[in-house]
């Protein structure tokens, strides 16, 4: 079956460090992937897109990752500060350009 | 750019009335908006692809019967939740693609539906 898991459900991190979120999927295979921040009670906000050809891709002090041979993407924010604290949804894009939203990790960033 | 907005931003109704959501997208035409339904503490799950001018596609398992969804402009898509029930209580959101960014989906603010 399908499947699309972010490594944990919540994770807390210490201000300053580096926040590092998992997302492995089975069973797709995605032609973009994309992360998502979504705040309680709101809709999720596009962070970044990245290519089934690409490796890196980074954006301010965003990085994200895509192995597609671990069919694994990484997704760090450096130098982390507690309005970061969010939970971070990753999304696999198939050729229709259907979303399939993993389930979120909910981060806390702890000053 | 790129703003989505959904109205109500929550509704309370009772059990067998229908509820209309819209999604307008304010800055841009989108030709295809997308609807999602998320429960608590659980990720979104794609229920449709509202496409202007013709019907939309359901997601497997998905009634098209209960959740009627029309996109009347390449503005506006609409959803009704047809005889409500308390299990249809969820989180209801919306979201569209600007033309000039294709694979970037921008989202609504969501709409709460609690079904009494």
């Known amino acids: 079956s399908q499947k699309i898991e972010q490594n944990s459900e919540a994770l807390n991190i210490q201000e300053g460090k580096t926040a590092t979120l998992t997302c492995n999927y089975t069973?797709?295979?995605?032609?973009?992937l994309q992360w998502y921040r979504q705040d309680p009670g709101r809709g999720p906000v596009f962070l970044l897109l990245?290519?089934?050809?690409?490796k890196e891709k980074r954006k301010e002090r965003l990085k994200v990752t895509f192995d597609t041979t671990l069919k694994q993407s990484l997704f760090h924010i450096t130098a982390s500060q507690p309005a970061d604290s969010a939970t971070y949804l990753c999304?696999?894009?198939?050729?229709?350009?259907?979303?399939?939203f993993g389930t979120g990790t909910r981060l806390t960033v702890i000053p | 750019g790129a703003v989505v907005s959904q109205h109500p931003s929550w509704v309370i109704c009772k059990s067998g009335t229908s509820v209309k959501i819209e999604c307008r997208s304010l800055?841009?035409?989108?030709?295809?908006m997308f609807w999602y339904r998320q429960f608590p503490k659980q990720s979104l799950m794609l229920m449709a692809t509202?496409?202007?001018?013709?019907?939309?596609?359901?997601e497997q398992g998905v009634e098209k019967d209960k959740f009627l969804i029309n996109h009347a402009s390449l503005t506006l898509s609409t959803l009704t939740v047809t005889s409500a029930h308390p299990e249809d209580s969820s989180f209801y959101i919306c979201?569209?693609?600007?033309?000039?960014?294709?694979?970037?989906?921008?989202f609504g603010p969501g709409t709460r539906l609690t079904v009494t």
């Open positions: 979201s569209a693609t600007p033309p000039a960014r294709k694979y970037e989906q921008y």
């Open positions: 069973n797709y295979s995605p032609a973009y």
């Open positions: 990245i290519r089934e050809n690409e």
């Open positions: 999304a696999l894009v198939t050729g229709a350009n259907n979303l399939f």
């Open positions: 800055d841009f035409q989108a030709t295809t």
């Open positions: 509202s496409n202007e001018g013709s019907k939309a596609t359901y």
